[in-house]
């Protein structure tokens, strides 16, 4: 990664920004000098039933780590996507929707999106749902997903969204954890032309006896698929909502009330629920979508995330409905039924500002100029990427190829825990050098600390670490607070450990150089390594597993898996393959490993730890610089796994 390319601030950017740099320069420095005073100001971007007069409540003390923000004023999330703009965007298109298929679109305006919500925010009470109830979603990309998410948050209920291409089993584990009421789901999805049984994942899901919680189904017809039916308990969306009234009132929800559980995965144990609570994350959401994307009214914004991850929540439904913007949501795939179709769909709907992953721009840059043939993509104006570092040449293919190098690209850093956007450049205030997600957020205060806790100071690297709070951080893991203070404030006292490592160069710009834990990021997808390794113990043939991720020229990294049987068992390349369909089976097609490798006995200390780091480098090919392999029960057992990687491949 060179620090020498730079693209500096472009004209066009700077017509109308909300900031350059010197407004960068110096709000930053004020939300960082007076943050009580910053986020008295900022924190009135919402519309409040009762003000706040409190701003800030915050302890990351591991002994007492608590986090309150406008904790003593009242309002409600989807009266402010929803209600707030219907006197002078009623009109407007909230969403427009684009299938799977290139078939016609689906748009609603805002008073048409506030009709269903309130429709379905009455049929979820008509099933029993009350305040402080968990509602798990499990939803295709449909604008559903989106009105069952704001319905939820009308009425207080806090919603669980599970991602469309998670397994019964681990749809199960999410239920279980959240002890959710209500499953809200679709017959089918459809992606890239196949269907996705997302009712027949629920059935099976609920037979494991632990779900008893969950007393309704709530099931969307989409594609008219013949399904299972229990006739006590499912329902059908479409008929409860032709009942119910299309008025509902606002809840009137405290700033702190929780707003949303979203698992994720970590380093140890099974996925937690992260919990986001109301206000805070309201005003940071909305801050963020309006800044980092310099968002100006009636442009067409399109974050290609699911509503599965924190992506989808926060620049699919909350921050750009807040912010009262169009938003496309695509069910498809980037590139079916051709590469072209993002850039085909940026010409259909006019899109201004388009939001995806990197892993989903080095699939495009796989084919070349395919992915831009017959379109023109001139409503383009800026372009963004989340969830994984962005190699160079993948920002400098989106840049001259989608882009036409006229659009800034905003790599932003950030994660399930911090709400939305931490790291960040805005398009009018930051020069951008690609692969630095740059410089942080307003009353973002990024550090890097060395593996005892001592701060960096000026260039250098280091664990990233967040000093103090803000108002979209996480506030808790649902149900299991003193997993929050020892996954996130016990490794680095009094401040918030991200997990990832980075670099600070010579400007003060970030780097993100990934995670330092046992953490893997496939196709931008966070997965605990500790997820897969557990999934594949629990087949009958395997005594032991270890998972690393490798570079992988488009996932970003890939899954690979040291694999030791249960004595007696023969190795074959049927086994790798039942053992691959296995954990698809267990956790879902994103942690499909990508090599096993079978592996007579693993590298450990004298204690039993597995040696990670030599399975890493043995992984990675590379086989040089294995470091100190003296500590180790058996030193030859890496000689072994080399042996068998350069047989295998
Ligand atoms: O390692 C970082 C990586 O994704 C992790 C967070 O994953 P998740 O909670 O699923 O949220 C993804 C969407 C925000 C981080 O710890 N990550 C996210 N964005 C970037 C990134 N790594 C480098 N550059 C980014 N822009």
């Given at each position: 990664m060179s620090d020498t390319s730079v693209y500096p601030v472009k004209p066009a950017a700077l017509?109308?920004?909300?900031?350059n740099n010197d407004q960068y320069l110096e709000m930053y420095q004020q939300s960082i000098i007076n943050p009580e005073g910053f986020w008295r100001e900022h924190g009135q971007r919402i519309e409040w039933f009762k003000p706040f007069s409190k701003v800030r409540k915050v302890s990351f003390d591991d002994h007492f780590v608590s986090i309150n923000w406008f904790y003593d004023g009242t309002t409600n999330a989807s009266y402010n996507c929803l209600d707030r703009h219907l006197?002078?965007?009623?009109?407007?298109?909230a969403i427009i929707w684009e299938p799977d298929d290139e078939g016609e679109a689906r748009k609603v305006t805002y008073r048409e999106l506030h009709e269903q919500v309130c429709r379905f925010a009455n049929a979820l009470k008509s099933q029993?749902?009350?305040?402080g109830d968990v509602v798990a979603i499990y939803m295709p990309m449909v604008i559903e997903a989106t009105v069952a998410m704001l319905a939820c948050s009308r009425i207080g209920a806090i919603h669980s969204v599970v991602f469309g291409g998670f397994s019964p089993e681990a749809l199960a584990g999410r239920i279980i954890d959240s002890k959710a009421k209500v499953v809200v789901t679709a017959d089918e999805g459809v992606r890239g032309g196949r269907k996705v049984s997302l009712k027949d994942n629920v059935d099976e899901a609920l037979?494991?006896?632990?779900?008893?919680?969950?007393?309704k189904v709530i099931v969307y017809k989409h594609t008219g698929a013949d399904i299972a039916w229990h006739r006590h308990r499912d329902v059908w969306w479409q008929e409860l909502t032709a009942l119910t009234s299309p008025h509902c009132e606002a809840r009137e929800m405290n700033a702190?009330?929780?707003?949303f559980i979203l698992y994720t995965s970590g380093s140890t144990g099974k996925p937690k629920g992260v919990m986001h609570t109301t206000g805070g994350y309201l005003v940071y959401a909305s801050m963020t979508h309006q800044y980092v994307f310099d968002y100006k009214p009636g442009e067409v914004f399109w974050?290609?995330?699911?509503?599965?991850?924190i992506t989808g929540h926060s620049y699919v439904t909350y921050g750009p409905l807040l912010n009262g913007a169009t938003i496309v949501m695509h069910?498809?795939?980037?590139?079916?039924?051709?590469?072209?179709r993002i850039s085909k769909i940026i010409d259909k709907h006019n899109v201004n500002i388009l939001y995806i992953a990197p892993t989903a721009i080095r699939a495009l840059m796989a084919e070349g100029d395919a992915a831009v043939?017959?379109?023109?993509?001139?409503?383009?104006r800026l372009l963004g990427s989340v969830g994984e570092p962005i190699n160079p040449e993948a920002w400098n293919w989106y840049y001259s190829t989608?882009?036409?190098?006229r659009c800034p690209i905003v790599d932003t850093w950030w994660q399930t825990e911090t709400g939305a956007a931490m790291l960040t450049p805005l398009p009018g205030a930051t020069d951008l050098k690609p692969g630095s997600a740059t410089r942080p957020f307003f009353g973002v205060q990024p550090a890097l600390v060395d593996n005892m806790g001592r701060l960096v100071h000026g260039p250098g690297e280091g664990n990233l670490v967040i000093l103090d709070s803000w108002p979209?951080?996480?506030?808790?893991?649902y149900g299991d607070h003193e997993r929050f203070v020892q996954t996130y404030?016990?490794?680095?006292?009094g401040m918030y450990t991200t997990g990832d490592g980075a670099r600070r160069d010579n400007d003060g710009y970030y780097w993100i150089t990934g995670r330092v834990d046992d953490v893997i990021n496939v196709s931008g997808h966070r997965m605990g390594t500790a997820e897969i390794e557990s999934a594949m113990v629990?087949?009958?043939?395997?005594a032991e597993a270890a998972v690393v991720g490798f570079p992988h020229n488009i996932k970003g990294q890939g899954i690979y898996v040291y694999v030791t049987l249960n004595s007696g068992t023969d190795t074959s390349e049927e086994l790798k393959t039942s053992l691959k369909d296995w954990v698809r089976k267990e956790?879902?097609?994103?942690?499909?490993?990508d090599i096993i490798q079978w592996a007579p006995g693993l590298p450990k200390?004298?204690?039993?730890?597995?040696?990670r780091r030599i399975l890493r480098k043995i992984a990675a090919d590379?086989?040089?610089?294995?470091?100190?392999?003296?500590?180790?029960?058996?030193?030859?057992v890496v000689n072994q796994l080399i042996a068998n990687k350069a047989v295998a491949s």
């Amino acid at each position: 990664m060179s620090d020498t390319s730079v693209y500096p601030v472009k004209p066009a950017a700077l017509e109308n920004t909300l900031v350059n740099n010197d407004q960068y320069l110096e709000m930053y420095q004020q939300s960082i000098i007076n943050p009580e005073g910053f986020w008295r100001e900022h924190g009135q971007r919402i519309e409040w039933f009762k003000p706040f007069s409190k701003v800030r409540k915050v302890s990351f003390d591991d002994h007492f780590v608590s986090i309150n923000w406008f904790y003593d004023g009242t309002t409600n999330a989807s009266y402010n996507c929803l209600d707030r703009h219907l006197e002078d965007k009623g009109d407007q298109l909230a969403i427009i929707w684009e299938p799977d298929d290139e078939g016609e679109a689906r748009k609603v305006t805002y008073r048409e999106l506030h009709e269903q919500v309130c429709r379905f925010a009455n049929a979820l009470k008509s099933q029993g749902v009350r305040k402080g109830d968990v509602v798990a979603i499990y939803m295709p990309m449909v604008i559903e997903a989106t009105v069952a998410m704001l319905a939820c948050s009308r009425i207080g209920a806090i919603h669980s969204v599970v991602f469309g291409g998670f397994s019964p089993e681990a749809l199960a584990g999410r239920i279980i954890d959240s002890k959710a009421k209500v499953v809200v789901t679709a017959d089918e999805g459809v992606r890239g032309g196949r269907k996705v049984s997302l009712k027949d994942n629920v059935d099976e899901a609920l037979t494991h006896p632990d779900t008893h919680t969950i007393e309704k189904v709530i099931v969307y017809k989409h594609t008219g698929a013949d399904i299972a039916w229990h006739r006590h308990r499912d329902v059908w969306w479409q008929e409860l909502t032709a009942l119910t009234s299309p008025h509902c009132e606002a809840r009137e929800m405290n700033a702190e009330d929780p707003l949303f559980i979203l698992y994720t995965s970590g380093s140890t144990g099974k996925p937690k629920g992260v919990m986001h609570t109301t206000g805070g994350y309201l005003v940071y959401a909305s801050m963020t979508h309006q800044y980092v994307f310099d968002y100006k009214p009636g442009e067409v914004f399109w974050c290609n995330a699911d509503v599965g991850w924190i992506t989808g929540h926060s620049y699919v439904t909350y921050g750009p409905l807040l912010n009262g913007a169009t938003i496309v949501m695509h069910e498809g795939l980037p590139n079916y039924p051709e590469t072209n179709r993002i850039s085909k769909i940026i010409d259909k709907h006019n899109v201004n500002i388009l939001y995806i992953a990197p892993t989903a721009i080095r699939a495009l840059m796989a084919e070349g100029d395919a992915a831009v043939q017959d379109t023109h993509r001139n409503s383009l104006r800026l372009l963004g990427s989340v969830g994984e570092p962005i190699n160079p040449e993948a920002w400098n293919w989106y840049y001259s190829t989608i882009g036409e190098e006229r659009c800034p690209i905003v790599d932003t850093w950030w994660q399930t825990e911090t709400g939305a956007a931490m790291l960040t450049p805005l398009p009018g205030a930051t020069d951008l050098k690609p692969g630095s997600a740059t410089r942080p957020f307003f009353g973002v205060q990024p550090a890097l600390v060395d593996n005892m806790g001592r701060l960096v100071h000026g260039p250098g690297e280091g664990n990233l670490v967040i000093l103090d709070s803000w108002p979209g951080q996480a506030r808790t893991v649902y149900g299991d607070h003193e997993r929050f203070v020892q996954t996130y404030f016990s490794s680095f006292k009094g401040m918030y450990t991200t997990g990832d490592g980075a670099r600070r160069d010579n400007d003060g710009y970030y780097w993100i150089t990934g995670r330092v834990d046992d953490v893997i990021n496939v196709s931008g997808h966070r997965m605990g390594t500790a997820e897969i390794e557990s999934a594949m113990v629990a087949h009958h043939q395997v005594a032991e597993a270890a998972v690393v991720g490798f570079p992988h020229n488009i996932k970003g990294q890939g899954i690979y898996v040291y694999v030791t049987l249960n004595s007696g068992t023969d190795t074959s390349e049927e086994l790798k393959t039942s053992l691959k369909d296995w954990v698809r089976k267990e956790i879902g097609p994103i942690a499909t490993p990508d090599i096993i490798q079978w592996a007579p006995g693993l590298p450990k200390t004298r204690s039993g730890k597995i040696m990670r780091r030599i399975l890493r480098k043995i992984a990675a090919d590379e086989y040089e610089n294995l470091g100190d392999t003296s500590t180790l029960a058996d030193p030859d057992v890496v000689n072994q796994l080399i042996a068998n990687k350069a047989v295998a491949s």
